[in-house]
């Protein structure tokens, strides 16, 4: 699926009018996309909810795994919207008790996320949500968490492509037969 | 305004039934009250997000602060079940562009909290949302942070109030008259 296609025109421009470019952050030569103009904008936030519960509901998806931490902000109010159960996929430490955890490189070292399996059942599928699709590092270890724990991918869903990083490349194997869309390609 | 009276029964117990105890974490002999089992639960997740929404409402609230990374997940599904604008409060370094910042004391030394005081209007009146009122030392600096960015604090909505941590009379002068709802007092 291709999200020029599926994504309205006025959607788009909506939401693209509501992405701040933050020159130099994290680090000098990068253009952040900064997304809080958007969340703080009531009638961008509730249109970018529901475009993704749409994707959840084409999906068939049965719970959200948002990913620490702007995939919560995201993630958790289309699990709501959809009436579906949320799971965090937290970085490494962050949640008490027993977890499952999947490290993965980054450009210098490694990190490490991790999910509660007992949220995850045989019969769920999950719909992966965060804001920005860049390397796809994260997002690649999230759904091999989320098969590890024994459940089905149904897609992953963002915001954002940056489509110059390759992510899309890096994660169609991984997604097998599993839908990445992207509202926007930036 | 008193929980005791303002949360229904069957929601209480309902929100209580999915909190999970979590011995020994994030330090041995600290018992964690684990809310993930409640996300997963969209039952109890819609639950929970529309008595926040209401208090959202009785308060007369225009924007939505959730604090990192917690309140993310509360505090989203809330602004967009309301109609409202979310603003996230996260910790140092994490937003990019101009900040607004506030330190707080910890046991040991101190930490620090920041907003994008442009998302916040003299206008607004802001619910503070998070998942639990330990101390309050984070929800005493976000709304020192509300109130030095120019806006009002609406008050200050959680899930669960640790009620022998005496956050409540900590944070009582900050709020002035805004009101502390706690949905459950453990």
Known sequence: MNDRTTTPTDLRKLLLSRIRD????????VMFKDITPLLADPEAFVA???ALAGIAERTGATKIVGLEARGFILGAPVAVRAGL?????????KLPG?????SYDLEYGSAEIEVHAEDLAADDRVLVVDDV???????EAA???IRRAGAEVAG??????LGFLGGR???EPALADAPLEALLIV
Chains 1, 2 share one sequence.
């Open 22 to 29: 933050v020159a130099d952050y994290p680090e000098p030569g």
């Open 48 to 50: 970018l909810t529901d």
């Open 85 to 93: 159960g949320f799971v965090p996929v937290r970085k490494a430490g």
């Open 98 to 102: 027993a977890t499952l955890g999947q």
């Open 133 to 139: 699709l860049a390397t796809g590092g994260t997002a």
């Open 143 to 145: 759904v091999q968490l």
């Open 156 to 161: 992953l869903a963002v915001l954002m492509e």
């Open 169 to 171: 490349a890096r994660l």
